[in-house]
């Protein structure tokens, strides 16, 4: 199947994760949360009934294109979740850890191939260069590519930090000043961020749309903490790639999955291995209302491996919109997208 890569160029982003603060950042940006920024942007640009006409496109099941989320690039170099397996009896290389592959975040395009043509991690490991303090996975060709400002580096983290940033905020009644902190990741700079999309409409006006809303996207900012400068970039497409179709065979997910009633027999089959994410979050909600609390969706992460669908795109789209009482105070669907970016396992494209 062909697959759209898209290039993000910036440097300081805040991809907030579990906690009551802004503590935590992650080092990629999901699948759902990029979807709905997509809609977010069309909806400030091109008005209310734009986006709900993109938006129904979705919403009926029959997704016209599906995205992966963003995972970290270095240059050319492609990162992606390692597939879980279930029950992997295959043993660790001497001297490492069982611990120390389950750690493993990121591996390369190199890497990714292998292991979705068959092979394991702990095979994989032995061949590998390995960065992030063991947590990211390079084939040597790969290693061989970076450029010569990474590989001098002698820090721990020299493709990207995750770090924490100290703000000050002011008590407006007693003028007190208290500490807090913000998690960021900063990215060198040959680094940066790519996502996939695949298209299944062939749909030149919504090609056009898409591509306008994720430059509009760049300048608006993606992620959190936007208006203390996180997230600018520039968003453009790269690239094309060929990756085997998920159709009718086990398949593992790069993005975050909603599985629908009739795809649950998937996540009992002897090959699933998946973790499960429950997210919430708030919606910055049209002038005149205050913002509102989304309601809490689970989904499996990325990396899911799961068993044969006859689909191209399963999941689903579901609508987070708070609700008291019945009562809906923002008068508008707060949709996540669930659909899974699916890519075959096994040999064959």
């Not at 009896?89 to 395009?109: I, Q």
Request: hydrophobic content about 40%; some cysteine.
């Amino acid at each position: 199947m062909n697959v759209e890569i898209w290039h993000v160029k910036g440097t300081r982003f805040h991809f907030g994760r579990h906690g009551l603060g802004q503590e935590k950042s992650g080092a990629h940006f999901p699948s759902d949360s990029l979807f709905a920024a997509l809609m977010a942007r069309i909806a400030a640009t091109q008005g209310r009934e734009a986006v709900e006409a993109f938006s129904a496109r979705f919403a009926n099941g029959s997704p016209p294109f599906v995205l992966t989320s963003a995972f970290p690039r270095i240059g050319e170099i492609l990162f992606f979740p390692p597939p879980l397996i279930s029950g992997s009896k295959a043993a660790a290389p001497e001297g490492v850890k069982p611990k120390k592959l389950k750690k493993v975040a990121y591996v390369s395009e190199g890497v990714f191939r292998a292991l979705i043509a068959g092979s394991s991690l702990e095979k994989e490991w032995q061949h590998c260069e390995k960065f992030q303090k063991d947590t990211v996975l390079l084939t040597r060709e790969e290693a061989k590519k970076l450029p010569h400002e990474i590989t001098r580096q002698t820090g721990p983290e020299p493709l990207w930090k995750i770090t924490r940033q100290p703000r000050v905020t002011i008590d407006r009644a007693t003028n007190h000043s208290a500490i807090y902190h913000t998690g960021q990741v900063i990215f060198n700079k040959n680094a940066g961020l790519w996502f996939g999309l695949r298209w299944l409409e062939a749909d030149a006006a919504l090609k056009r749309q898409v591509e306008n809303a994720f430059a509009e996207l760049g300048h608006a900012g993606l992620g959190g903490e936007r208006s203390s400068g996180y997230g600018v970039c520039e968003i453009k497409r790269h690239t094309e790639i060929q990756l085997p179709p998920p159709a009718g065979k086990p398949w593992v997910s790069l993005s975050r999955y909603i599985p629908k009633e009739t795809e649950i027999f998937a996540l009992a089959d002897e090959v699933s291995a998946y973790q499960i994410e429950t997210i919430g979050g708030w919606v910055r909600a049209a002038q005149g209302k205050k913002d509102e609390r989304r309601k809490a969706v689970t989904l499996l992460s990325e990396g899911a491996v799961l068993g044969a669908l006859k689909t191209d795109a399963p999941g689903m789209m579901v609508d987070a919109q708070p609700s008291y009482q019945e009562k809906k105070p923002l008068g508008h669907p707060v949709y996540r997208s669930g659909f899974a970016f699916g890519v075959g396992l096994g040999k064959g494209d």
